[in-house]
């Protein structure tokens, strides 16, 4: 009988690599393959807002997609940045059904950690419309000298909680 054991000699066990959760945050680059719409948006354009702020003060405090509830057929994927599935909806209509479910507090969601997360908008099929990219869930104001958002307000009111207004 043969055994194989690797044993690490280097320190690489001890060093602890800073990780910034918001890098690519703000893309507009689509991360699930090229976007498609063929989606007659007489109903309304889908707008997808890139960053909230769950701190239960009423702005912005869910993942916002503008004109989602005027297309019954729609899916809505959350992917955390490493690709695992963390919430879906096939009605992302009313508070219930919204990203992040789960208590909010004052500085962010009980469920999930402020950082990058992607998201995966589908309307009828993936031939109809699909729309991906990427999003920044920001709660804790405490670390908010040392984030830059500036980027980060497509389509979305700037919540007054992140100028300290």
């Given at each position: 009988?043969?055994?194989?054991?690797?044993?690490?000699?280097g320190?690489?066990?001890?060093?602890?690599?800073?990780?910034?959760?918001?890098?690519?945050?703000?893309?507009?680059?689509?991360?699930?393959?090229?976007?498609?719409?063929?989606?007659?948006?007489?109903?309304?354009?889908?707008?997808?807002?890139?960053?909230?702020?769950?701190?239960n003060?009423?702005?912005?405090?869910?993942?916002?997609?503008?004109n989602?509830?005027?297309?019954?057929?729609?899916?809505v994927?959350?992917?955390d940045?490493d690709?695992?599935?963390?919430?879906?909806?096939?009605?992302?209509?009313?508070?219930?059904?919204?990203?992040?479910?789960?208590?909010?507090?004052?500085?962010?969601?009980?469920?999930?950690?402020?950082?990058?997360?992607?998201?995966?908008?589908?309307?009828?099929?993936?031939?109809?419309?699909?729309?991906?990219g990427?999003?920044?869930?920001?709660?804790?104001?405490?670390?908010?000298?040392?984030?830059?958002f500036?980027?980060?307000?497509?389509?979305?009111?700037?919540d007054?909680?992140?100028?300290?207004?």
């Amino acid at each position: 009988m043969l055994t194989i054991v690797f044993t690490s000699c280097g320190d690489d066990d001890e060093t602890q690599e800073e990780v910034d959760v918001f890098a690519g945050c703000c893309s507009e680059e689509p991360v699930y393959g090229a976007n498609v719409n063929n989606l007659d948006e007489s109903n309304g354009e889908i707008i997808v807002y890139n960053l909230f702020t769950p701190n239960n003060d009423a702005i912005n405090d869910a993942f916002g997609i503008v004109n989602i509830e005027n297309y019954d057929n729609h899916t809505v994927t959350i992917y955390d940045i490493d690709d695992n599935i963390v919430f879906e909806s096939s009605n992302y209509v009313g508070f219930g059904n919204l990203f992040p479910d789960g208590e909010q507090g004052q500085f962010g969601s009980e469920n999930y950690s402020d950082g990058t997360y992607k998201y995966k908008i589908v309307i009828e099929n993936e031939d109809v419309f699909r729309k991906s990219g990427t999003f920044c869930l920001f709660g804790d104001f405490s670390a908010l000298d040392e984030q830059n958002f500036s980027d980060c307000t497509v389509g979305s009111q700037f919540d007054p909680a992140l100028t300290g207004n």
